[in-house]
């Protein structure tokens, strides 16, 4: 059910029904469970969680983005200088958003990241594929 209500109290609340949303609201949705959230929340989920159509060149300029901040964490070594990964983590946070949209598994990355040792590792490679392996089999089965 999409549209709008206004509870007794006069506040007024959203049916989350629009793709695009929180994953696991859609899925309850599907289920015919009712979400109801605020509907000034509801936009901004909605403009927070919309994810452009995959391109060719969004891609490869997401992976061009996740293999150069990893080549460079790589390079730093494993302490890094002081702020240097974080910066490099923002900026790989915030460009992916930009290219493939906002998806869960970027806050983990991100996460995984900040700990000193592990940001040797390729994990903006390896999220950006995951990322990009997920909205093409959701393009499928839509």
């Not at 009712?34 to 300029?61: D, E, K, N, T, Y």
Request: proline content about 6%; aromatic content about 6%.
């Amino acid at each position: 059910m999409k549209g709008r209500e206004v509870s007794a109290a006069g506040t007024e609340t959203a049916l989350i029904g629009h793709a695009g949303v929180l994953c696991p609201v859609r899925e309850s949705l599907a289920r015919g469970e009712g979400a109801r959230i605020p509907a000034r929340v509801a936009r901004w989920a909605a403009r927070c969680m919309w994810s452009p159509p995959l391109r060719p060149w969004r891609i490869a300029a997401a992976f061009a983005v996740a293999v150069g901040v990893d080549a460079m964490q790589l390079l730093l070594g494993p302490l890094g200088w002081v702020g240097a990964d974080e910066v490099l983590d923002l900026v790989a946070m915030v460009l992916t958003i930009w290219l493939l949209g906002f998806h869960l598994l970027l806050l983990p990355t991100f996460v995984i990241e900040v700990l000193p040792v592990v940001d040797v590792l390729p994990t903006w490679t390896g999220c950006v594929g995951l990322v990009v392996a997920h909205r093409r089999r959701q393009a499928r089965t839509k």
